[in-house]
């Protein structure tokens, strides 16, 4: 019924930026607490951050405090993730994770995932 869909990964340069977006369907967008996930390869998919309902609470992972925004326009449904300054270890696939309690997407067990897409961060 639900249906995360991310897009705007790419391939950018150290230093670089990029917006990912993740748009939702097939629910009511302001009941999710809305989260991004990370897996680089050959490691276990990480938590990036998350925003709440009306996006003026948020939570980064330490790595990414400082660099990351992430927000959400409910009036699109979409939740944004605005990567600054990234790094080669930045590289991964990112997911968008949706749930209507805080603890499932903070801790990687979201009622529902994005499909991802892929950030490659060249150094």
């Known amino acids: 019924q639900v249906q995360l869909v991310e897009s705007g990964g790419g391939l950018v340069q150290a230093g670089d930026s990029l917006k990912l977006s993740c748009a939702v369907s097939g629910g009511t967008f302001t009941t999710f607490v809305m989260g991004w996930y990370r897996q680089a390869p050959g490691k276990e998919r990480e938590f990036v951050g998350a925003i709440n309902w009306n996006g003026h609470a948020t939570h980064y992972t330490d790595s990414v405090t400082d660099r990351f925004v992430i927000s959400r326009d409910n009036d699109k449904s979409t939740v944004y993730l605005q990567m600054n300054n990234l790094q080669s270890e930045d590289t991964a696939v990112y997911y968008c994770?949706?749930?209507?309690?805080?603890?499932?997407?903070?801790?990687?067990?979201?009622?529902?995932w994005g499909q991802g897409t892929q950030v490659t961060v060249s150094s």
């Open positions: 994770a949706a749930d209507v309690l805080v603890n499932p997407v903070l801790h990687g067990t979201p009622t529902h």
